[in-house]
């Protein structure tokens, strides 16, 4: 039976991760792999149900443990149920953000230590690790005038938080990178979908070669 691979795409606020992970699903389906396209916060009912209170919270809002329990304790239920078994079963997962969301908004951006953050990953999902993620990078004033668009449209609780939170957000995705090269390629998020997909799917190279 192939290997099942896990894939996760991180980046800021509408940076174009999601039609790049369905570009990606397809482009993988393609070749004849098995592929399970999946969301955090989300994934599960379980977790989809917690989407749905930390995007919209009740009252006036999580304090900043209780919303980074609320996301470990919705990817406990998404790793247990959907994603280790679609990966013990040769398939390729396609998450559309990862336990990095966690490290850079309640870390970065809300302040939580690192090492409480994957305390709470160690405790919910063994410390699960993407083979591979694909960190999704625009420039910080396309990242201004998008936010600034989906203010107008009604943001929400998270993606609503002030430019120097999401400013947090990013400086902390790219010092992942850095510090971790191996397990993240940085994608430049600039240009036509295409573009961005096949830039993709070279940084994908080496995983797909392994499988040939
Ligand atoms: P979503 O609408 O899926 O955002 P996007 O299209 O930008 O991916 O909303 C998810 C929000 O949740 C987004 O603002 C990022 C945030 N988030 C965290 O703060 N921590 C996490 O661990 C995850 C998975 C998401």
Redesign the pocket.
């Known amino acids: 039976m192939s290997i099942g691979r896990f894939i996760a795409l991180e980046?800021?606020?509408?940076?174009g991760?999601?039609t790049q992970a369905r570009l990606l699903a397809e482009a993988l389906e393609a070749r004849g792999i098995s592929v399970v396209l999946t969301?955090?916060?989300?994934g599960t009912a379980g977790a989809e149900a917690i989407?749905a209170l930390?995007?919209d919270p009740p009252g006036s809002g999580w304090n900043p443990r209780a919303?980074?329990l609320l996301?470990?304790a919705?990817?406990s239920d998404h790793v247990e149920r959907l994603i280790r078994p679609a990966i013990e079963a040769g398939q390729w997962v396609i998450c559309?953000?990862?336990?990095?969301?966690?490290?850079?908004?309640?870390g970065g951006?809300?302040g939580l230590s690192e090492s409480d953050i994957l305390d709470l990953h160690r405790v919910g999902s063994e410390g699960l690790l993407p083979d591979l993620t694909l960190l999704v990078e625009v420039p910080p004033q396309r990242t201004a005038e998008r936010l600034a668009m989906r203010d107008a449209d009604g943001?929400?609780?998270?993606?609503g938080?002030d430019a120097a939170y999401h400013a947090r957000?990013a400086a902390a995705f790219s010092r992942f990178a850095e510090e971790n090269p191996e397990r993240f390629a940085r994608i430049d998020g600039e240009g036509i979908p295409g573009e961005i997909h096949a830039r993709i799917m070279s940084a994908l190279s080496p995983l797909l070669e392994e499988r040939a």
Not at 96 to 106: L, N, P, T, V
């Open positions: 980046g800021g606020e509408g940076v991760k999601s969301r955090e916060p989300g989407r930390l995007l919303e980074a996301f470990a919705g990817r559309d953000r990862f336990i990095d969301s966690s490290r850079a908004y309640q951006g809300g943001s929400d609780a998270i993606g938080r957000v």
